[in-house]
């Protein structure tokens, strides 16, 4: 694939950073769009809702990443309208301003939330979506956003549905992820809080899993033009809440203090996908176990707090 020039949102996150270098890497011109600086790369400090500022950054751009979003699904319960105009508004946004300079290629950050109560796992991509929090609506109506621009304007769009992302440089504040949360807590010798009796199964992928399929990705649209894809990234293998806090206890080799609390609701018991339309389009699969991941997230931590 010749270089492009690649616009990435949200480039300054926990995923934007680890795609940054990658696609530079991979021989492509990095432009970041970000409310926070990345140091490594050249970013613009703006707010995708701001059309006309996305329309002059778009020009002479060849494809956009698109991560910026809000990603608390509890926070999206009590402010729903906040998720709706930064998610869904802000996408218009990108969308429009790709529309007035001819951008054609879009990829962005789905999630499993779209599925919300799953009625079978593994989850296949065209199972329900009945999304129960106002992230999981936002996300679909990305999805519905990009797919609609792509039959009407001749764009190629790609969905990709990652499930429990983790791995180094993982830093939200407040922190509200399982994997950075437990191994501070067990760090500093806190109370692990898990919700329920700690037999929630999820599926972990790490970040480089993740930044693989977006490289495979970006090939698939100019490999397969005007068509709208979308697919779950997964492991496919599930890992209850207690088998994770046992992982990175034998990984930092000290004891969890585990406090139980009670169940949240509409927190799904088993929320695990397949992961076959990846392998079979993408030519991908996630090649990284939890235990060489943990090992990983867990030196990060320790170091940064050194």
């Known amino acids: 694939m010749e270089p492009k020039k690649i616009l990435i949102t949200g480039g300054a996150g926990f995923l934007g950073r680890h795609l940054s270098r990658t696609m530079a890497q991979e021989g492509h011109q990095i432009k970041i769009i970000d409310l926070k600086n990345n140091p490594e790369f050249e970013t613009v400090i703006a707010d995708i809702q701001d059309t006309q500022a996305m329309k002059k950054e778009l020009a002479g751009i060849d494809v956009v990443f698109h991560l910026a979003s809000l990603i608390e699904a509890g926070e999206s319960v009590k402010f729903p309208q906040k998720f709706v105009d930064v998610n869904v508004s802000g996408t218009v946004s990108v969308l429009e301003a790709m529309r007035a300079n001819n951008v054609k290629t879009f990829l962005f950050s789905s999630s499993a939330a779209i599925y919300g109560e799953p009625q079978r796992t593994p989850i296949f991509e065209d199972?329900?979506?009945?999304?129960?929090?106002?992230?999981?609506?936002?996300?679909?109506?990305?999805?519905?956003?990009?797919?609609?621009?792509?039959?009407?304007?001749?764009?190629?769009?790609?969905?990709?549905?990652?499930?429990?992302?983790?791995?180094?440089?993982?830093?939200?504040?407040?922190?509200?992820?399982?994997?950075?949360?437990?191994?501070?807590?067990?760090?500093?010798?806190?109370?692990?809080?898990?919700?329920?009796?700690?037999?929630?199964?999820?599926?972990?992928?790490?970040?480089r899993d993740v930044v693989s399929a977006h490289v495979s990705a970006l090939q698939l649209c100019f490999d397969q033009p005007h068509m709208y894809h979308y697919m779950n990234l997964s492991t496919q293998q599930p890992c209850s809440v207690?088998?994770?806090?046992?992982?990175?206890?034998?990984?930092?080799?000290?004891?969890?203090?585990?406090?139980?609390?009670?169940?949240?609701?509409?927190?799904?018991?088993?929320?695990?996908?397949?992961?076959?339309?990846?392998?079979?389009?993408?030519?991908?699969?996630?090649?990284?176990?939890?235990?060489?991941?943990?090992?990983?997230?867990?030196?990060?931590?320790?170091?940064?707090?050194?």
């Not at 509200?176 to 329920?196: C, L, M, N, S, Y």
């Not at 969890?256 to 339309?277: E, F, M, N, W």
């Not at 991941?293 to 707090?305: A, S």
């Open 242 to 306: 207690l088998e994770l806090i046992h992982l990175i206890e034998k990984v930092m080799d000290k004891k969890a203090q585990i406090t139980h609390h009670p169940d949240r609701p509409g927190d799904p018991l088993v929320l695990v996908a397949d992961a076959s339309k990846a392998r079979n389009v993408l030519h991908w699969e996630s090649k990284v176990s939890l235990e060489e991941g943990l090992r990983e997230t867990v030196k990060y931590f320790i170091d940064t707090w050194k």
């Open 127 to 207: 199972d329900r979506t009945i999304p129960i929090n106002p992230y999981g609506m936002t996300k679909l109506a990305m999805e519905a956003l990009v797919s609609s621009y792509v039959a009407s304007h001749g764009m190629t769009g790609v969905a990709l549905r990652y499930f429990n992302l983790y791995g180094p440089e993982e830093n939200h504040e407040p922190e509200t992820h399982a994997i950075p949360r437990f191994i501070k807590q067990i760090h500093e010798d806190q109370e692990v809080t898990v919700w329920g009796q700690g037999q929630h199964q999820r599926d972990f992928i790490h970040v």
